[in-house]
């Protein structure tokens, strides 16, 4: 059985910072492209930053890029985001998830991936 497990959310407040991680189990994911995306309250699910199987490709949603920087360790089964500079509007839930695409191609779209964390909550205050 896949599972992807997220962890390392919390409150923060707003400037500070936080590194969520996921844990594969059933799976490799380094035959894997990986992505984290949030949802906010009343919102739908939207893309932060995904991460080619290797880790020689990354790519961010604007709204996040200079302040959160995704990365991977294939021999740990784990990806993980780093996530500095926290604003009150990235409160959400975060969601990792993985691809069976394994290359170069950018996977921004929920669409493109098949297996998805339960999500951790992530809370900045102002």
């Known amino acids: 059985q896949v599972q992807l497990v997220e962890s390392g959310g919390g409150l923060v407040q707003a400037g500070g910072s936080l590194r969520l991680s996921c844990a594969a189990s059933?799976?490799?994911?380094?035959?894997?492209?990986m992505g984290w995306f949030r949802q906010a309250p009343g919102k739908e699910r939207e893309f932060v930053a995904t991460?080619?199987?290797?880790?020689?490709?990354?790519f961010y949603a604007d709204s996040v890029k200079g302040r959160f920087t995704i990365s991977r360790d294939n021999a740990k089964n784990t990806a993980y985001l780093q996530m500095n500079s926290l604003k009150p509007e990235d409160t959400a839930v975060y969601y990792c998830?993985?691809?069976?695409?394994?290359?170069?191609?950018?996977?921004?779209?929920?669409?493109?991936?098949?297996?998805w964390g339960q999500g951790t909550q992530v809370t900045v205050s102002s």
């Open positions: 991460i080619n199987w290797s880790g020689s490709v990354t």
């Open positions: 059933g799976y490799t994911i380094s035959s894997s492209n």
């Open positions: 998830a993985a691809s069976l695409w394994a290359g170069t191609q950018v996977l921004i779209t929920t669409s493109r991936y098949k297996y």
